[in-house]
Structure formats: C-alpha cells, structure tokens
C-alpha cells in the first residue's frame, strides 16, 4: 500500500510499504478514508523526537473498519470511526483515573519508536490496538470532513476552553489562530461568553476566527494586544486566556491580559524549556492549565457534531489525494497559500 514515511529528520515521502497486520485480537485494521496534516507531524519530520526512521506518519485520520479482532465487540466490518491520535487501553491505572491520553499501554500514531512506534495514518490502511477502547462510531450523517477533527482539533481545543471554566457572559483571550487556537474559539461557544478576542499575525487566519465565533481579532503585527485587550475589558482583564501557540511571547502576553482570579490554559506545544512568567501570575492569583487534550470527550464532541452544534469544516482550506502528499506537505510545512488544514484521501 502507498503511505507516507519519514525516512530521517527533514525527509518524508511517500512510498510502496506492506498493508499493516492484525497483531491482538482487540486490534482493527482500518481503511482510511481522510486524514489530515498537523502541526505535530511538521514537529516530527523536523526531529523534535528522536528520530527513529522509518515510519509511517499521521495521527489524524479516520476510516471504516476492514477487520475487526475477535474480541473487539463495539465494531464490526463496514462502521465508519474516528481514532484519537493515540490508541489506549481504556484498563490501565491512568485510563481508569481518567488520563487516557497518559494511558501505560498506548502508542501515538506515526510519531517514531519514542512514543510508541506504532504506524500512522498517512496510509491507506492503519492498525488500530485497542479498538474498543478508544475508536468513537462516526454517526451516518456526519460527513468525513466534519469528523476528522474530532480526535485531535477539536478534542484539544475544547479542553483548553474546559479549563478555563467560563461563566455564561465570560471574557476569553485566545493566542494563536491555528487550527486548535480556531478550535478554541469555536467551542467556546458552548459556554456563551460575551467577548472571545483572537490574535494572531495572519489575517486570514483572524477572519477564520470570526467565521467561528471569535467577536474580535487583534493582528500583533499591526497593534499591541495586550494594551488593546486591556482596553476592551475595562483595564481589569480577561476571565481567561488560552495559549495555543507554543510561544514564549505568546505566553508572557496571555499572563498579562489574565484579570485577579482567573485561568491561563496553556495547550500550545513549546520547542523546549521557557521563562515562566509566574510573579506575574502569582499576584492576580491566576489558575494555570496545562495538558494534554482529554480523548475521553471525543464521543461528546462527536455528538454536538451530529447536533450541528460544532463544525470545524471552515479548517478546510485544500483536499488532496493522498498520492500528492509531497506537495501537500510543502504547502502545509511553508505555510503557503493561506493553508489551515489540508484534508488528504488514500
Ligand atoms: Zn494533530
Ligand atoms: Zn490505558
């Protein structure tokens, strides 16, 4: 089958390698159907892991099942599912306190020997352990594109909106307008704040965010955004701020515009070792969030899916065949094009 490998830091492509075995009887093997690019795989072709080539990428994806083990129950041959980005047990210590995505028995897909070295979904077919565990049904009337976010983008975004415990009426900050930044905007709304302000330096991305829910954008490259947000909330702050870039200017600025009592959630995925602003969090008695998503809100957020009531479709900027994936990936890892979200099919 055709998949897309990295073959050492900095190189991926696509190439002929054999169609993944059924190893356990709680595994599923996967047809996928739509899998998309991430920021992480960009992280991981670049060598932020320990390389440990080759491998097989991808760890958005979703598909129908093929095959299912003997002791997988929940799914059978022809059900379409989406798959988080990391297979878990659903039995262990951590999954049983509720930390799946800290789960002793799991393996990321497509991301190397280090965490787990399981094949990813830039394939035309996936093994998925653990199947009943952690594969969520895709009800018949939601279309791939709108359930492909539901494993990483919107899982992510919407624990670091969950975090932030707003209040019906809550002021929100979101830096960073990527995909999960958008998600967070957009699930925000579940939770009816008065004001959620974006900022981001692409414009593109910032009219995105007000497609989804953002009442105001700030691009930092045109103004200053902590001054500006002070401004729209009286000199007192946000409630909460989310920080989805993984950027230590990011992080100083969503410290500073939290108001006395709240939340800073910090989901963005930060190269290494930053400066913690934490006097500046520790005089206005601020909670501080960081994390992983929680996988076990998946079948949830599937379900306000299926109600119409999330839709990350707007993500969506290119689709394309699988067999293009090193064109894909030039556009998606140069930021070309105005890319958000580019939805690839085996
Ligand atoms: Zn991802
Ligand atoms: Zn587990």
Redo the contacts with the bound molecule.
């Keep these: 089958m055709l998949a897309a490998v990295v073959k050492g830091v900095k190189v991926v492509a696509l190439e002929e390698v054999s169609k993944p075995a059924m190893q356990k009887t709680t595994d599923v093997l996967l047809k996928v159907t739509a899998t998309a690019l ?1 920021t ?1 795989d960009v992280h991981i072709v670049n060598g932020y892991m320990p390389p440990s080539p080759p491998y097989v990428i991808g ?2 994806f979703i598909g129908i099942v093929e095959e299912a083990g003997s002791s997988v129950n929940n799914f059978k041959p022809g059900d379409r599912v989406a798959v988080p ?1 990391l297979s878990y047990c659903g039995l262990c210590e951590h999954c049983r306190k509720g930390m799946p995505g800290q789960c002793l028995n799991s393996a990321v897909f497509g991301s190397g020997a280090t965490w787990g070295g399981m094949p990813g979904g830039f394939a035309q077919y996936v093994r998925v352990p653990h199947a009943d565990a952690c594969m969520v049904p895709i009800p018949g009337d939601i279309s791939d594109d709108e359930a492909i976010f539901v494993g ?2 919107l899982t992510t975004g919407y624990y670091a909106v969950e975090n932030c415990k707003l209040k019906p009426g809550a002021t929100l900050a979101v830096f960073g307008a990527g995909p999960v930044g958008l998600c967070a905007v957009h699930t925000a709304q579940l939770f009816h704040p008065a004001k959620v302000v974006l900022v981001d330096s692409l414009d593109h991305r910032l009219a995105l965010g007000k497609q989804m829910g953002a009442t105001h954008t700030i691009n930092l490259n045109e103004t200053d955004a902590v001054a500006q947000i002070m401004e729209l909330t009286n000199g007192r702050g946000v409630d909460a701020a989310i920080e989805a870039v993984g950027d230590q200017k990011a992080i100083n600025d969503a410290a500073r515009v939290t108001g006395v009592g709240g939340t800073l959630s910090i989901v963005g995925l930060f190269p290494g070792n930053i400066e913690f602003p934490i006097m500046e969090l520790l005089m206005k008695n601020v909670t501080t969030k960081v994390g992983l998503s929680y996988l076990g809100n998946m079948p949830m957020l599937m379900g306000l899916v299926a109600e119409k009531k999330l839709d990350a479709t707007p993500l969506i900027t290119h689709r394309m065949p699988l067999a293009s994936f090193a064109e894909a990936y030039d556009i998606f890892a140069g930021k070309k094009e105005n890319v958000v979200k580019i939805i690839m099919t085996p």
């Design positions: 991430c992480s760890h958005e980005p990483d983008m």
